[in-house]
């Protein structure tokens, strides 16, 4: 048994410990280069006194003010570019708390180019990532996760404007801007920040692609395999490290039978049934979706009595032959007088 100078000592380095911990902030890394708009405002995240400032700016000042443990490092670039494509690498490979590469990367652009310059990054780093957006005409959006070499990467199956090499600022005419729909991008950034939670915590399954169409109520899933065709090199190069893995060895377990009688000695044959055991349903014409279920079902004598009556017409409301109604049912429409009579005749 520890002794009291020892127990001291334990809190003391627990205590050390856990200041330690809290004096650690987590770091969360913003990359972006476009100033905030007024036409912002539907996003209900940037406020109109930060038009003006850089989106990464006043994205860290409102992140801070919401929680002020966290670490914001603001990037205020183009990672498109040469140049500052290489240190949106350098900054992802390194930017961890122990100097390593991220823990995840989430992808929220509005626009081809960066979703390609992100895919070309993370399949060269192999960094898992999540891809996310919204369509154009703002009901219909998309998550998907990423993992270089396993799932398919964004350029495996790209949109119709990346397959076809146009210059995606063709597409787009001053002073018209696409759809904007806030409960369509809240609804797909809450499937988005759903799924990092699961991966970054290990719980539940994580979607490899989740769509969401606002006008159906429409929620596809998928899984996608790399192609082998794909443009990107690194992606192909991770898919062929992925298919050389040697396959797992399954350990199998060895299973011992217990031949022996359940009660060697059972003098009053007492049996033990499950208490919550499912009762028999009666057939029903009812077609629930998946993972729905009914809270409790009448039973198949009850059922059969009552259909019973209905096929010879004394239904339930008939109360001066209370035995022929299916018991409960009848019992609750008798008077008093009937059924002190009823129990003087048992």
Known sequence: MATVEELKKKIEELESKLAAAQ????PLILFDYDKVELANMNRLFFQPHQAGLSKVAAAAATLQAINPDVAIDAHNYNITTVDNFQKFCDTISTGSLKGGPVDLVLSCVDNFEA??????ACNELGQNWFESGVS???????IQFIVPGETACFACAPPLVVASNIDEKTLKRDGVCAASLPTTMGIVAGFLVQ???KYLLGFGN?????????LTDFFPTMSLKPNPTCSEAWCVRRAAAVR????????AAEVCEDTAPLHQDNEWG???????A???????NLQLAEGVQVAYSIGVEAAAEVEAEVEAGGGAGDSSTPESSGGALAAAELSLEDLMQQMKSL
């Open 23 to 26: 004096g650690t902030k987590g």
């Open 206 to 214: 994580v979607s490899h692609y989740l769509g969401y169409s606002a």
């Open 136 to 142: 154009e005409n703002a009901v219909s959006g998309h």
């Open 270 to 276: 007492i049996s033990l049934i499950e208490e919550n």
């Open 244 to 251: 050389a893995r040697p396959p797992p060895v399954e350990m």
């Open 195 to 197: 799924n990092a939670l």
């Open 115 to 120: 979703r390609m310059a992100i895919n070309t």
């Open 278 to 284: 499912p009762e028999e349903e009666a057939p029903s």
